[in-house]
Nanobody
Framework: QVQLVESGGGLVQAGGSLRLSCAASGRTFSSYVMGWFRQAPGKEREVVARISTTGGSTNYADSVKGRFTISRDNAKNTVYLQMNKLKPEDTAVYYC???????????????WGQGTQVTVSS
């Protein structure tokens, strides 16, 4: 069983930055592919970024490429999302999730955090 707790959300002006953290409990964090997702009001949940178990491979949604960076520290059981050059359209609840599948689809993520709100004002 893995529990995930996100932090770092808040209100920021367009062009600003935020760093989200997701702390995981349990001793098997390093065996999970980790992802960051977001869901805006009235919209479906979408994947933002994904990172492999070792951190050697990352993937990003086109909408955030060049602005967001996902990373992980397996010694600290934590995954991060550095968000730069934020835009109002980045406003959403951000969730982290973990999967034991190598290249998981959304439904293959087993564990989800409770989410953290990110609001970008124009």
């Amino acid at each position: 069983q893995v529990q995930l707790v996100e932090s770092g959300g808040g209100l920021v002006q367009a062009g600003g930055s935020l760093r989200l953290s997701c702390a995981a409990s349990g001793r098997t964090f390093s065996s999970y592919v980790m992802g960051w997702f977001r869901q805006a009001p009235g919209k479906e949940r979408e994947v933002v970024a994904r990172i492999s178990t070792t951190g050697g491979s990352t993937n990003y949604a086109d909408s955030v490429k060049g602005r967001f960076t996902i990373s992980r520290d397996n010694a600290k059981n934590t995954v991060y999302l550095q968000m730069n050059k934020l835009k109002p359209e980045d406003t959403a609840v951000y969730y982290c999730a973990g999967s034991r599948v190598l290249n998981p689809y959304v439904w293959q993520y087993d564990y989800w955090g409770q989410g953290t709100q990110v609001t970008v004002s124009s």
